[in-house]
């Protein structure tokens, strides 16, 4: 079974700074991971797929890189409405795994 | 407007069984994965299980194998969540969630507003 590990676990940041989460796969995942970002008391939202397809209706300061085994998520200018959980996803066999999620949170 | 709605909240003892209703809008059942991911309070999320539009089989994550199925109506629009032989340690939110895909891609978007299972003696 792949195990995703994302780093740090929390993130202490300012509105309008640049900040870039890490996702590492245990083995090569190619291109399949997604991210997700979660906000307290509501479902998920799907960010990226595909390591950096950005999905519907996601601002253009969300972005992904990576593949293989590791990959990031930028966010060009953090907005009030930005701090939140994110997630990283794989898939494989008929599985989908989560990463434990890194909190990006207020200084 | 595509749209999952949920059922709400229940509360079960050990050993019971929970069914969790979804149901879909703004598109076909026959059409799109439906997926069911939990949440314990506090932690991360965890996929548990999906259904075969194509056919309405169904698989579930190894460690629920045995427990869980999922099913659908989809006359009705709604697809469901069964989960028997409950323990304290299936407490958590349940979320159903669309792939985005018609040929599974295991992405979710929507996701619906989730249903709280809790299992107490």
């Known amino acids: 079974e792949i195990v995703l590990t994302q780093s740090p676990a929390t993130l202490t940041l300012s509105p309008g700074e640049r900040v870039t989460l890490s996702c590492r796969a245990s083995?090569?995942?190619?291109?399949?991971l997604a991210w997700y970002q979660q906000k307290p008391g509501q479902a998920p939202r799907l960010l990226i797929y595909d390591a950096s397809k950005r999905a519907t209706a996601i601002p253009a300061r969300f972005s992904g890189s990576g593949s293989g085994t590791d990959f990031s998520l930028t966010i060009s200018g953090l907005q009030p409405d930005d701090f939140a959980v994110y997630y990283c996803?794989?898939?494989?066999?008929?599985?989908?795994?989560f990463g434990g999620g890194t909190k990006v949170e207020v200084k | 407007q595509v749209q999952l709605v949920q059922s709400g909240a229940e509360v079960k003892k050990p050993g019971a069984s929970v069914t969790v209703s979804c149901k879909a809008s703004?598109?076909?059942?026959?059409?799109?994965?439906i997926h069911w991911i939990r949440q314990a309070p506090g932690r991360g999320l965890e996929w548990v299980g999906v259904i075969n539009p194509r056919d309405g089989s169904s698989s579930s994550a190894p460690k629920l194998q045995g427990r869980l199925t999922v099913t659908r109506d989809t006359s009705a629009g709604t697809v469901y969540m069964h989960l028997r032989s409950l323990t304290s340690e299936d407490t958590a939110v349940y979320f159903c969630a669309k792939d985005i895909d018609t040929v599974t891609s295991f992405w979710f978007d929507p996701w619906g507003q989730g249903t709280l299972v809790t299992v107490s003696s």
């Open positions: 703004g598109f076909s059942l026959s059409d799109y994965y």
């Open positions: 996803q794989h898939r494989n066999n008929w599985l989908g795994t």
């Open positions: 083995q090569s995942v190619s291109s399949k």
